[in-house]
């Protein structure tokens, strides 16, 4: 798998904006990435070292759609969302990776 395939986009959220100023980054990875692939993408885009990988399976969560249920006569029109993967990568102390300084 590529470098690039691993790394879909970081999670910028308020949760991960507080567990940057600790070190750690989250990122939203490939469903077949491993802890591994996910270290070896990170040091080589960001040029940083990896102390930890911890990554989460983000499960599928049904919802209802309120479009859906606006423009057709069903009562409840439920969808799923899809299940993501993401990964918490720790960096050594002193070191950030630039793509979340916003």
């Given at each position: 798998?590529?470098l690039?395939?691993?790394i879909k ?17 989250v990122f ?5 990435a491993?802890?591994?692939q ?5 040091e080589k885009?960001?040029n940083?070292?990896v ?30 969302r ?5 990964a ?8 950030t990776?630039?793509i979340?300084?916003?």
């Amino acid at each position: 798998m590529d470098l690039y395939e691993v790394i879909k986009r970081p999670v910028i959220t308020e949760k991960t904006t507080r567990l940057k100023e600790m070190g750690q980054y989250v990122f939203e990875v490939d469903p077949r990435a491993n802890r591994q692939q996910v270290k070896q993408a990170v040091e080589k885009l960001f040029n940083v070292r990896v102390l930890a990988v911890r990554i989460i399976n983000v499960p599928a969560k049904r919802r209802r759609d309120w479009r859906a249920r606006i423009l057709s006569s069903k009562p409840k029109q439920v969808v799923r969302r899809p299940g993501w993967k993401k990964a918490i990568v720790q960096v050594a102390p002193g070191q950030t990776i630039d793509i979340f300084e916003v």
